[in-house]
């Protein structure tokens, strides 16, 4: 079972996932002096980045890498890495190594070993933060998609994966995606969800029926108590 942890008010729940995730981070530079930390897009973890961004912490030590991105360059409107340049990279932590997954070619799935190998060198993750869907998808681990059942292998010795989504309101125009596999999850250190509103706090207690194939509820199964969840109203 996932530790489920639920806030009064987004401010207490950011506060808290802030703290812990400096905590984790600074563990490991004082344990192994790198640490590595996998990061979601979406628009749910803007304020912890925006506090991480501020924190004093050894930063050129440690490497941030995305949980996953859409298959478009990075100056695109929706591409995870220009988010993550606006909100985590600036401030103190500009001086993190940021390994992007988007790399030139019209085809993730051709291009998904290239990406793969360069997220072997960071696997495994001390921490991973993910956010999640409204049609409970986590990553771009996306329901029925073309990918989803290779990337899904908890024993996965691939980092990345290629996705194509079925398009959907979530999913815009943006169907071709890469992923970080369900294997690159099992084996991180801690894994937090970080999600708000009642909505979505509903769409994650149903997946978590072991009934519900979605992926959320997948990997909250193969995950069990590394798995933290974050939630506010
Ligand atoms: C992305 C994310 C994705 C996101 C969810 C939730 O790149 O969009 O990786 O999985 O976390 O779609 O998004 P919101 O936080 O905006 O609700």
Same mark, same amino acid.
Request: aromatic share 6%.
């Given at each position: 079972?996932?530790?489920?942890?639920?806030?009064?008010?987004?401010?207490?729940?950011?506060? @808290?996932? $802030?703290?812990?995730?400096?905590?984790?981070?600074?563990? %490991?530079?004082?344990?192994?002096?790198? %640490?590595?930390? %996998?990061?979601? !897009?979406?628009?749910?973890?803007?304020?912890?980045?925006?506090?991480?961004?501020?924190?004093?912490?050894?930063?050129?030590?440690?490497?941030?890498?995305?949980?996953?991105?859409?298959?478009?360059?990075?100056?695109?409107?929706?591409?995870?890495?220009?988010?993550?340049?606006? $909100?985590?990279?600036? !401030?103190?932590?500009?001086?993190?190594?940021?390994?992007?997954?988007?790399?030139?070619?019209?085809?993730?799935?051709?291009? %998904?070993?290239?990406?793969?190998?360069?997220?072997?060198?960071?696997?495994?993750?001390?921490?991973?933060?993910?956010?999640?869907?409204?049609?409970?998808?986590?990553?771009?681990?996306?329901?029925? @998609?073309? !990918?989803?059942?290779?990337?899904?292998?908890?024993?996965?010795?691939? $980092?990345?994966?290629?996705?194509?989504?079925?398009?959907?309101?979530?999913?815009?125009?943006?169907?071709?995606?890469? $992923?970080?596999?369900?294997?690159?999850?099992?084996?991180?250190?801690?894994?937090?969800?970080?999600?708000?509103?009642?909505?979505?706090? @509903?769409?994650?207690?149903?997946?978590?029926?072991?009934?519900?194939?979605?992926?959320?509820?997948?990997?909250?199964? @193969?995950?069990?108590?590394?798995?933290?969840?974050?939630?506010?109203?």
């Amino acid at each position: 079972m996932a530790n489920f942890l639920s806030f009064d008010s987004r401010e207490t729940m950011v506060a @808290a996932i $802030t703290a812990d995730t400096r905590a984790r981070l600074e563990a %490991a530079l004082g344990k192994r002096g790198e %640490a590595r930390w %996998a990061v979601s !897009g979406g628009s749910t973890p803007a304020p912890l980045f925006a506090a991480m961004a501020d924190a004093d912490l050894g930063w050129h030590n440690v490497k941030v890498a995305l949980v996953d991105e859409r298959w478009v360059e990075a100056d695109h409107a929706r591409s995870n890495t220009a988010f993550l340049r606006r $909100t985590l990279l600036t !401030g103190k932590a500009a001086d993190a190594a940021f390994t992007p997954m988007k790399v030139p070619g019209d085809d993730p799935f051709a291009a %998904a070993p290239i990406v793969d190998a360069a997220y072997k060198a960071l696997d495994p993750f001390d921490l991973v933060l993910l956010g999640m869907g409204p049609d409970g998808h986590i990553a771009s681990l996306f329901p029925s @998609a073309e !990918g989803l059942e290779a990337a899904m292998q908890p024993d996965d010795v691939a $980092t990345v994966r290629a996705i194509r989504a079925n398009r959907s309101d979530v999913t815009g125009d943006e169907v071709l995606r890469l $992923t970080l596999t369900l294997g690159a999850l099992t084996r991180a250190g801690a894994v937090q969800l970080m999600i708000t509103g009642d909505d979505k706090k @509903a769409v994650y207690d149903a997946a978590t029926d072991p009934s519900s194939d979605l992926p959320i509820g997948r990997v909250a199964r @193969a995950l069990g108590n590394r798995l933290s969840v974050y939630w506010a109203a």
